[in-house]
C-alpha cells in the first residue's frame, strides 16, 4: 500500500468511526515524516477521545506545521490547554499564538485567515485592531471561497471600513456569500434592495427572494438540529 492509498484508508476509517483502524494506519506514516497523517494524529478528534495522549498530539501538530502544514499550525495556534473536562481553545492569548495564526493564514489555512480577519476587526485577542487588516484577511480567506469571509468582506468596502468604499465590490463580495447561501449575506442584500440602500435601486423581487432563501436556511437549520438532538 502506497501512502496516500495509507492516508485515502484512514479518512476513511475516520469517516465510518474506526479510530483504532485510523490510528494504526497514521502511525506509520507519521513516524516517517507524512505532514497529513501528523496533523490528523495530532488533532483534536483523537486527544478528544484519548486515543492520542496531548503531550504525543501536540509533539506531532508541531512537527507538521515545522514541515509547512497550514491546519497543523492553525491548531497549535488555537490551542490554550488540556483539562480534565477537555481540551480549550480559542483565540490566541500570546505573542506566541499570534504569531502561529498569521503564519497559518499566511501557508493558506483559509480558517485561520477567517480568524485574523475577525480578531483584526474585533480586538478581542493577544494582537491589534487593525480595520485594513481585518480587510485584507478576509479578502485572502474569501477569495478561497470562505462564504463567512465572504459575508463580513463585502459590507466593509460597503461602508469603507479599513479601506475605500466600493460598493460594486461590496455587493460582489455579498452576492458570492449568497450563493452559498450564508444567512447574513442574504439578509444584508434584502435590506439592500427593499431599501435601496448604498445607491442601489430598489427592486423588491429580488428582495422578497433573498428573504425566502434566509428563511429556507434557518428552517433546514433547526430541522438539522432537531434530527441530531441539538438545542436551537
Given at each position: 500500500m502506497t501512502p496516500p492509498e495509507a492516508l485515502d484508508r484512514a479518512r476513511e476509517a475516520i469517516a465510518r468511526g474506526d479510530r483504532d483502524a485510523a490510528v494504526a494506519l497514521l502511525q506509520p506514516l507519521a513516524t516517517v515524516g507524512d505532514r497529513d497523517a501528523q496533523f490528523l494524529l495530532g488533532s483534536r478528534f483523537f486527544c478528544n477521545l484519548d486515543l492520542v495522549p496531548i503531550d504525543e498530539a501536540l509533539r506531532w501538530l508541531r512537527q507538521a506545521s515545522d514541515a509547512g502544514h497550514a491546519e497543523?499550525?492553525?491548531?497549535?495556534?488555537?490551542?490554550?490547554?488540556?483539562?480534565?473536562?477537555?481540551?480549550?481553545?480559542g483565540p490566541p492569548t500570546t505573542e506566541e499564538g499570534v504569531r502561529l495564526l498569521i503564519r497559518a493564514g499566511e501557508l493558506g489555512s483559509a480558517d485561520a485567515q477567517y480568524d485574523l480577519g475577525a480578531l483584526y476587526a474585533t480586538g478581542d485577542w493577544a494582537g491589534p485592531k487593525d480595520a485594513a487588516e481585518a480587510r485584507r484577511w478576509y479578502r485572502r480567506a474569501a477569495e478561497q471561497g470562505h462564504g463567512d469571509a465572504q459575508s463580513n468582506l463585502g459590507p466593509m468596502f460597503l461602508d469603507g471600513e479599513g479601506g475605500d468604499i466600493d460598493v460594486t465590490e461590496g455587493l460582489r463580495w455579498l452576492n458570492a456569500a449568497a450563493s452559498q447561501d450564508e444567512p447574513q449575506a442574504l439578509k444584508h442584500l434584502e435590506y439592500i434592495y427593499r431599501e435601496g440602500a448604498y445607491g442601489v435601486p430598489i427592486d423588491l423581487a429580488r428582495a422578497e427572494e433573498y428573504r425566502r432563501r434566509e428563511d429556507a436556511y434557518w428552517e433546514r437549520h433547526k430541522r438539522t438540529n432537531e434530527e441530531n438532538g441539538e438545542p436551537e
Open positions: 497543523a499550525t492553525y491548531e497549535l495556534a488555537l490551542f490554550h490547554s488540556a483539562e480534565d473536562s477537555g481540551l480549550e481553545y
